[in-house]
């Protein structure tokens, strides 16, 4: 019996920032990071491969948790420095025809009405291959760069996004699908009576609406979200489309898939109309010990730069990790940032966080390009599905070939992944099987 394929996207891992600036094959002029060429060759290879989405990762600000200093930070571009996302998002869909672009944007930095307005216009120059990636804010920095004291308590930010998302969604269609009438002969552009203010007024989002452009081909961007706490996968279960999903081991992906359908149904959804993407980052070659080699040279770097790696986590938590002994488990951690990142760090010690590399603890996914992907049909055949987002924080030109001319190929063979788009639209191609 033939295997249902599953999905593959890819995380822009740091954003539009720099990449591997100190690695080999970062290539020749590391100071171009600012110009979107990597990424827009990124974009293009992973429409080669067949990939449903790139999603560009975002942060807007030079964090300064670690060591309550941005030094790190800076001097070894730990997370940052970042450009707009929305930008390079246009650079790749001008250059691309089929996959998805989506872009994250922060319910806590933008106006409902300037985020409708922008993902609407994403969508309308991409012919439907526009997402958003729905944010929250997790970084005090971040909330300081737009004027407020600090991040929002956890659980509030999701009782904001709720309107937020709710206000967003009735923008995008306050216009009627069949509006814009255009009509030369009888001089009508746009039919007054289809298009409507919405007048949303909650606790905390207020907007009259209309909005200043006709709905969008998709009609709504795809919504995609990466809540992981309690609060973070009930919000995801009510209004994502897709979600970035983080989990260790195989049992613990079945484990969030299944709570994630069940919200779903909770919600009168149909479960299937939400694809749960896990992060992984395979690291393949053309021969096994080749694949040990580079994968052991990555944990060796990442114990040569424990500041590196320790300052991204106190990013992430919002925890000075330098306040903790090396060699002593952390203890009961307490975040107003990413709860679930910080709940794995719990009782392990900062050197073993940082000495695990970037592989996934009891994921490992490293081998030839047969073994790696034999490997990946047999997690989702036990995850139930529904497919992977692949990412690599130090992305090079070299690591993405690999992906998407070495290790789809051999999917393919396999007949788990798509060898061709079967739809135009981004949501169309998402829900496809």
Same mark, same amino acid.
């Not at 100071?31 to 990939?51: S, T, Y």
């Not at 552009?189 to 609406?209: C, L, N, Q």
């Not at 497919?387 to 030109?397: A, E, H, V």
């Given at each position: 019996?033939?295997?249902?394929?599953?999905?593959?996207?890819?995380?822009?891992?740091?954003?539009?920032?720099?990449?591997?600036?100190?690695?080999?094959?970062?290539?020749?002029?590391?100071?171009?990071?600012?110009?979107?060429?990597?990424?827009?060759? !990124?974009?293009?290879?992973?429409?080669?491969?067949?990939?449903?989405?790139?999603?560009?990762?975002?942060?807007?600000?030079? %964090?300064?948790?670690?060591?309550?200093?941005?030094?790190?930070? $800076?001097?070894?571009?730990?997370?940052?420095?970042?450009?707009?996302?929305?930008?390079?998002?246009?650079?790749?869909?001008?250059?691309?025809?089929?996959?998805?672009?989506?872009?994250?944007?922060?319910?806590?930095?933008?106006?409902?009405?300037?985020?409708?307005?922008?993902?609407?216009?994403?969508?309308?120059?991409?012919?439907?291959?526009?997402?958003?990636?729905?944010?929250?804010?997790?970084?005090?920095?971040?909330?300081?760069?737009?004027? $407020?004291?600090?991040?929002?308590?956890?659980?509030?930010?999701?009782?904001?996004?709720?309107?937020?998302?709710?206000?967003?969604?009735?923008?995008?269609?306050?216009?009627?699908?069949?509006?814009?009438?255009?009509?030369?002969?009888?001089?009508?552009?746009?039919?007054?009576?289809?298009?409507? %203010?919405?007048?949303?007024?909650?606790?905390?989002?207020?907007?009259?609406?209309?909005?200043?452009?006709?709905?969008?081909?998709?009609?709504?961007?795809?919504?995609?979200?990466?809540?992981?706490?309690?609060?973070?996968?009930?919000?995801?279960?009510?209004?994502?489309?897709?979600?970035?999903?983080?989990?260790?081991?195989?049992?613990?992906?079945?484990?969030?898939?299944?709570?994630?359908?069940?919200?779903?149904?909770?919600?009168?959804?149909?479960?299937?109309?939400?694809?749960?993407?896990? @992060?992984?980052?395979? @690291?393949?070659?053309?021969?096994?010990?080749?694949?040990?080699?580079?994968?052991?040279?990555?944990?060796?770097?990442?114990?040569?730069?424990?500041?590196?790696?320790?300052?991204?986590?106190?990013?992430?938590?919002?925890?000075?990790?330098?306040?903790?002994?090396?060699?002593?488990?952390?203890?009961?951690?307490?975040?107003?940032?990413?709860?679930?990142?910080?709940?794995?760090?719990?009782?392990?010690?900062?050197?073993?966080?940082?000495?695990?590399?970037?592989?996934?603890?009891?994921?490992?996914?490293?081998?030839?390009?047969?073994?790696?992907?034999?490997?990946?049909?047999?997690?989702?055949?036990?995850?139930?599905?529904?497919?992977? @987002?692949?990412?690599?924080?130090?992305?090079?030109?070299?690591?993405?070939?690999?992906?998407?001319?070495? $290790?789809?190929?051999?999917?393919?063979?396999?007949? !788990?992944?798509?060898?061709?788009?079967?739809?135009?639209?981004?949501?169309?191609?998402?829900?496809?099987?």
């Amino acid at each position: 019996m033939p295997k249902k394929p599953f999905h593959l996207a890819w995380f822009v891992s740091r954003g539009y920032g720099p990449k591997a600036w100190r690695m080999p094959w970062g290539g020749p002029n590391p100071e171009q990071w600012v110009k979107p060429d990597m990424l827009v060759d !990124v974009a293009r290879a992973l429409e080669r491969a067949g990939f449903d989405y790139v999603m560009i990762e975002d942060s807007s600000n030079i %964090p300064y948790t670690y060591q309550n200093a941005h030094d790190t930070y $800076l001097r070894l571009a730990v997370d940052s420095p970042k450009l707009d996302p929305a930008v390079l998002a246009s650079f790749m869909i001008q250059a691309t025809k089929n996959i998805g672009i989506i872009t994250t944007l922060s319910t806590t930095e933008y106006p409902p009405y300037l985020l409708a307005r922008l993902t609407n216009t994403l969508d309308h120059v991409s012919e439907g291959r526009a997402g958003w990636n729905l944010v929250t804010g997790s970084n005090d920095g971040g909330a300081q760069n737009y004027g $407020l004291a600090g991040q929002f308590p956890h659980d509030q930010r999701y009782d904001m996004a709720e309107e937020f998302v709710d206000a967003v969604t009735q923008l995008w269609e306050s216009w009627d699908a069949d509006a814009m009438v255009i009509d030369q002969e009888r001089e009508i552009f746009a039919d007054p009576a289809k298009v409507h %203010p919405i007048h949303y007024e909650g606790e905390y989002v207020r907007t009259r609406g209309p909005l200043a452009a006709p709905r969008s081909p998709q009609g709504r961007p795809v919504i995609c979200q990466a809540g992981g706490s309690p609060r973070g996968r009930a919000f995801a279960a009510k209004w994502a489309e897709t979600i970035i999903a983080s989990a260790g081991t195989v049992e613990a992906m079945k484990s969030l898939r299944e709570d994630i359908r069940a919200r779903a149904i909770g919600y009168g959804r149909n479960p299937d109309s939400i694809k749960i993407l896990f @992060l992984i980052s395979p @690291l393949v070659d053309e021969f096994h010990d080749s694949a040990i080699a580079r994968r052991d040279a990555r944990v060796v770097d990442a114990k040569t730069h424990m500041d590196w790696h320790l300052a991204s986590f106190s990013r992430l938590t919002g925890i000075d990790l330098s306040k903790y002994h090396l060699d002593e488990p952390l203890p009961e951690l307490t975040s107003n940032g990413h709860r679930t990142v910080a709940k794995q760090f719990e009782g392990r010690t900062p050197r073993q966080l940082v000495s695990g590399g970037s592989s996934t603890p009891g994921v490992e996914l490293v081998g030839t390009y047969q073994h790696v992907a034999a490997q990946m049909s047999e997690i989702i055949d036990e995850v139930g599905g529904d497919g992977f @987002l692949l990412m690599q924080g130090d992305l090079t030109r070299r690591y993405v070939t690999e992906i998407a001319d070495g $290790l789809v190929p051999e999917l393919q063979r396999l007949g !788990v992944v798509r060898k061709k788009y079967e739809h135009k639209m981004l949501r169309d191609n998402l829900m496809a099987y």
